[in-house]
């Protein structure tokens, strides 16, 4: 998922070059499932894979998509692909409507008065369609399903199995933010957590960083020195008063935010091409104590880092919020109506941006301005149980620590079946991944857990429809 501040995942997989083969296919879909009156339809993407299914009785592994187009969501989650000959399962990725593809008035979809049938509810409501159609239209299936997900995925995945018990079998859902709603973490947590990210790189990175903000400021002051710092960033466009400069720190606060939540041990192109480990290599460049022009010039080898890992940046596009490979306008959106997830920096020693406080108002202000709609910040709390989800079963929520989203996360199991995995040394969803040589030992470890829960999960569900017949 995206921080939604600034915004809101060529193919080089952990240096495992391995194209997963799928065929796609189009499901339809009523654009209104919840009234009567609008009875248009229109068609969802969705991939699949049959090369180990076994029909007699396979399971089918279905990733509940997320904000962006499918591919590089099946691309990037390679764990499914990993044990779906072990399962003899079959491989579905359902592509979430408004994104990629799956769009419900062309062209004109992201139109204000287009957007309204885009929420999570309608979504989960597509891919319960979908898996009753999977599942051959029976009253009595006879194929398991279980859901996938990571991120705002693995949040639809686990809200799946809470409304649609009887489609799947249980949900894996990987750094799955669910309690990152107003009143239920505080804001500053996710802030925290990037530079926790960063300390455990090195703290004289994080020094620097935090330092970095007023030099910046005070640099700027001077017409002149913006020319400097144009072409020692190389940046595309120039900085002519207060709000390129704001945009360029909200944009240098992303970087730093997308790093952490990257923060992967292998080279990966999820959200964008960067190498292994990229908070230490970065930080690299901010081991030691920096200031004036050299502070700025080691940032300015951060950005390469960040902005130019292919070598085929011509410069730095610092006022196109939406640079990562995902293509997620309409998460803006959704962040504007049901997924309000409140975000603050405190500054000081509580983390390392400029304080910033959390603004509701604002915030609402604003998305009524570009959307004509206001957000309700409790919407998605009462649709989905908060924090009182007791009466759900079945779903493992995973987590890693290194991850910002971790501070949204269930951390700790809340039954025997709603259970919790804590990755310590793990970025955003690794647990998804292609299992990879350098993956550390905890995230082995978590996959096995979740293979030990599809496996409870899948002989549940084969105990009970023998005991149907
Ligand atoms: C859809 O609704 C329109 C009127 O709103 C009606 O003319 C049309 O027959 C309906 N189509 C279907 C397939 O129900
Ligand atoms: C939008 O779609 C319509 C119909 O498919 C097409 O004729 C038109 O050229 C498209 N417009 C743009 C801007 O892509
Ligand atoms: C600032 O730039 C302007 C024009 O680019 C130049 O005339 C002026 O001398 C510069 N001032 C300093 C202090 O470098
Ligand atoms: C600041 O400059 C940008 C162009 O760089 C311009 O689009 C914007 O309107 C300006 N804003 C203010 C407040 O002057
Ligand atoms: C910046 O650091 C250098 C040494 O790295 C030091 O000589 C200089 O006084 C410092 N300047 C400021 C403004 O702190
Ligand atoms: C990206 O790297 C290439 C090769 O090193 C360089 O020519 C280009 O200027 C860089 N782009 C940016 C934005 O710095
Ligand atoms: C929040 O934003 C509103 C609207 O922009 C503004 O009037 C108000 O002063 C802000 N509140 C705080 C505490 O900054």
């Known amino acids: 998922m995206i921080n939604v501040k600034v915004l809101s995942f060529l193919l080089l997989l952990g240096g495992v070059n391995c194209e997963y083969k799928y065929e796609t296919k189009w499901f339809k879909v009523p654009l209104d499932h919840f009234g009567y009156q609008r009875n248009e339809s229109f068609n969802i993407k969705y991939l699949e894979n049959e090369e180990h299914w076994d029909r007699g009785g396979g399971p089918i592994f279905f990733y509940t998509g997320n904000e962006g187009q499918i591919e590089t969501f099946a691309q990037h989650t390679g764990f499914m692909w990993d044990i779906a000959p072990d399962y003899n399962a079959k491989l579905v990725f359902a592509e979430h409507r408004y994104y990629g593809q799956s769009m419900p008035f062309g062209n004109k979809s992201m139109d204000k008065e287009h957007l309204g049938y885009l929420t999570s509810s309608q979504?989960?409501?597509?891919?319960?369609?979908l898996i009753n159609y999977l599942q051959g239209d029976r009253l009595k299936p006879k194929y398991p399903v279980i859901v996938f997900g990571g991120s705002y995925?693995?949040?639809?995945?686990?809200?799946?199995?809470m409304k649609y018990p009887h489609l799947v079998t249980g949900a894996i859902a990987a750094s799955a933010p669910i309690h990152m709603y107003p009143g239920m973490v505080p804001c500053d947590v996710f802030s925290r957590i990037v530079t926790s990210s960063f300390k455990v790189a090195n703290q004289k990175c994080v020094d620097n960083i935090r330092r970095s903000w007023s030099e910046l400021?005070?640099?700027l002051a001077s017409q002149n020195n913006s020319d400097w710092l144009?072409?020692?960033?190389?940046?595309?466009?120039?900085?002519?008063?207060?709000?390129?400069?704001?945009?360029?720190?909200?944009?240098?606060?992303?970087?730093?935010?997308?790093?952490?939540?990257?923060?992967?041990?292998?080279?990966?192109?999820?959200?964008?091409?960067?190498?292994?480990?990229?908070?230490?290599?970065?930080c690299q460049y901010l081991s030691e104590k920096l200031n004036g022009t050299h502070l700025l010039e080691a940032i300015g080898k951060v950005l390469q880092v960040y902005a130019n890992y292919t070598g085929k940046a011509k410069c730095v596009d610092y006022k196109n919020s939406d640079y990562t490979n995902l293509d997620?306008?309409?998460?803006?959106?959704?962040?504007?109506?049901e997924m309000i997830m409140p975000m603050c920096t405190m500054g000081k020693e509580f983390d390392m941006f400029e304080p910033s406080p959390w603004n509701f108002t604002k915030y609402s202000e604003d998305c009524h301005k570009k959307y004509n709609v206001y957000p309700r910040p409790d919407a998605a709390r009462i649709e989905y149980g908060g924090d009182r989800i007791k009466a759900a079963s079945n779903i493992v929520f995973s987590n890693g620590l290194l991850d910002?989203?971790?501070?949204?996360?269930?951390?700790?199991?809340?039954?025997?079946?709603?259970?919790?995995?804590?990755?310590?040394?793990?970025?955003?969803?690794?647990?998804l991944m292609a299992a990879n040589p350098n993956d550390p030992e905890t995230?082995?470890?978590?996959?096995?857990?979740?293979?030990?829960?599809?496996d409870k999960w899948l002989r549940d569900f084969r105990e009970e429809r023998s005991k149907r017949h």
Request: aromatic share 10%.
């Open 153 to 161: 995925g693995g949040m639809l995945s686990a809200y799946f199995r």
């Open 328 to 337: 997620a306008s309409g998460w803006d959106y959704q962040a504007c109506t």
């Open 217 to 219: 400021r005070t640099f």
């Open 123 to 129: 979504a989960l409501a597509d891919y319960a369609d």
């Open 443 to 454: 995230v082995r470890m978590a996959r096995a857990i979740h293979r030990q829960n599809i």
């Open 230 to 282: 144009k072409t020692t960033w190389n940046l595309c466009e120039p900085i002519k008063n207060s709000t390129d400069i704001q945009t360029l720190m909200d944009y240098l606060q992303s970087m730093y935010e997308t790093l952490a939540m990257v923060n992967y041990p292998f080279q990966s192109d999820f959200l964008m091409p960067l190498p292994a480990q990229p908070v230490r290599v970065v």
């Open 404 to 431: 910002p989203w971790a501070g949204g996360g269930i951390l700790n199991s809340i039954s025997s079946t709603v259970t919790a995995v804590v990755i310590i040394d793990a970025a955003h969803h690794l647990d």
